[in-house]
């Protein structure tokens, strides 16, 4: 073989794979690596701040552990509880807002605009600026409740009721307008001589909205919320921000959790073990949540 | 062009050469002590950059940098707690030779400050650290209210006694609480601004502030890491209970994640009469007293015992530096008891027997006495190397007794001690 011929030019596969090449290379170094190695990790007695001190198998010890601490189940009913509610409103008025702007009206560019302005800041910054708002004595908030009812001196943050309340509401002031925006799209995919049709047989705008509009935007809803659960679920900046997993641990995450776990009790084996198994549940819960999306929209 | 490039070059690697980086919190002495290096420049021609980082980040940003055998700092000031870890690690270069070939001797400084900031085993005469910046946790009051003569008859009609400084901790609850809600000049004030920080160390420091006042020990002193029946007897319940009531009875509105900076946000915005902060805040309340403001300060108010919990820092050499040489030259420097006193003068809390023992000195400053008492009644958290996990468990235990208002106190104080438990095993200890 001539060397002219072996530069001649190179095949597609060859071309294929220097495209997909550097990612696959990334993704192994950056995602799968790691994983590997905390999944390693997670078997030993592993303490990252130990100088000098190598790491012991142990077997299954760190699941055992962890799956046994009662703190850590109270972990995971927050991060339930938080999850709950914050994709239950966001997709209630996500969706009730995509329907309103949906709708041709003067002013409509302008007020979605303002409607997504939340999403686009930090969730450092807005943990912070919530603090002031939910200020008892200066915050904007108090005083908005107040003005429609006086429940006297409250602190959201402050009390073990409230605090986890507090971080639905940010949350969900803060991310509806994503849910809202992909229900938006999906609202204008419809097409229209569905509901001509609709119009011709006498269907309600009740029914046209149960039996045309929600099978449609269902996917686009079910897909935003896939999103923000996954977000919700490693959910940190914001709430540490806010409430700092307080009072107590009111609104300690589970993902507030681990970050003390391994980056600061420097507990590197056992919080591996607790990573994987939130892994391993986000992913199963993905992967059924998926399932049961791709067979609604075959449907 | 390329002798410029030349030039630029060797400019940059010559200014590099002499010149060190020291990290510290971003706080008043801070700034204090940038000031004082001025002439540590102008004598040594060595200069000396400076990062300072924020509280609440200090402690993640520093250990993950001493973690990580990182050459950033060539000189860290350190917390207290941290020199177990220093020294352990090998994060610190021990100092001893050092001291002996430069004839600092550690005779010179508070014993209190050489045992909590600088030796490692606890008491032992392995230095890694000079003592760098006196600290304890005190009090400021609102001077100008308690010397309004309508008040004093008022508070005196219902506890029977004058406002002042108060004796123990009844007293300063009784004070607190006369306050709380009162209107005054116009405005609703509160108690006192306390800590309850959960992010970090503030409850923690808050709430050992009445617990050592109780008599409170961390373990049994003739079997280490026994605390059982220390850590948490009767007394240290008892003041676990008392805080959670000073809380609940006395804080403002809101205050149930502060620290430092929203005691004194509290403080001067004319909310409490009293604040619980750092000696090293002082200087900058007293300056900044106006519009009929004056403060007081006092130690912390005994109970059972008279006691403080420690704050505070000592100067240490990082071991991964590469210009340990400069940065011991600076310990050298800032040894000297003529620095030290330009030291304390510009606001930093000097830690130098001269200083200390000046007979000057206790009228320096209205807060100085203060400063020198509780120096003498100080105590610490554990400085153990596995501190910041001993003092995770504490803050969520004890947030969420005092602010969450969860359990019991003595349930707190079990749970605190099943988690330190696991850590000292972990650790070897037990």
Known sequence: MSVKKKFKGLSDKAVAWLFIGPSVFLLLAINIY?????????????????????????????????LNKEAIWEKMQVTANFMFWTLLLQAVIGLGLALLLNRKFKGNELLTTLIVLPMMLSPAVVGVFWTYLYNPQVGLFNYVINFFHDF???????????????????????????????????????PNYLYEAAEVDRASKWQQFIYITLPSVLPFLLLALLFRGIENFKMFDMVVELTSGGPGSATELASINLKREAFEKWKTGYSSAFAVILFVTIFGFGNVYVKVMNKIKER | MILLFVSLFTFSANSNAKSITLGWAAWDPANALQELTKEFTAETGIDVNFEFVPWPNFADRMLNELNNKGKTFDLLIGDSQWIGAGAVYGHYVKLNDFFDKEGISMNDFSPATVYAYSTWPKGSENYYALPAMGDALAWAYRKDWF????????????????????????????????????????QKRYGAAINTERGSEGITMGVTAAMYAWGMEYENPNKPYDMEGYFNSPQAVEAVE???????????????????????????????????????????????????????FFANPKQNVAAATLGGQGISVVKYSDKQDLALEYIKWFARPDVQQKWWDLGGYSCHNDVLNSPSFPT??????????????????????????LMLPMQEAIHDYVVNGKGTAKGALDKIIEEWVEVFEADGKL
């Open chain 2, 364 to 389: 320096s400053t209205v807060y100085a006495q203060g400063f020198l008492d509780s120096m003498g009644i100080v105590k610490d958290f554990w400085q153990e190397p596995t501190f910041v996990e």
């Open chain 1, 34 to 66: 790691p994983l590997i190695y905390a999944i390693r990790m997670s078997f030993t007695n592993f303490y990252a701040n130990k100088i000098g001190r190598e790491p012991q198998f142990v077997g299954l010890k760190n699941y055992i552990k962890v």
């Open chain 1, 152 to 190: 006297g001196s409250f602190d959201m943050i402050g009390s073990s009721v409230l605090a986890p309340w507090s971080i639905v509401i940010v949350d969900t002031w803060m991310w509806t307008p994503f849910t809202m925006l992909i229900c938006l799209a999906g609202l204008r995919s419809v």
């Open chain 2, 242 to 296: 008392f805080y959670r009531k000073l809380y609940e009875d006395c804080a403002p509105p809101g205050h149930s994640d502060a620290y430092m900076v929203a005691n004194l946000d509290a403080y001067k915005s004319g909310q409490v009469a009293f604040q619980m902060n750092w000696y090293a805040f002082w200087p900058g309340v007293s300056k900044e007293d106006s519009d009929g403001r004056v403060s007081g």
């Open chain 2, 147 to 186: 010397d309004r003569p309508e008040l004093n008859s008022e508070f005196k009609k219902k506890y029977g006694y004058d406002l002042g400084v108060p004796a123990n901790w009844n007293q300063l609850h009784d004070m607190c609480s006369f306050f709380q809600g009162r209107e005054i000049d116009g």
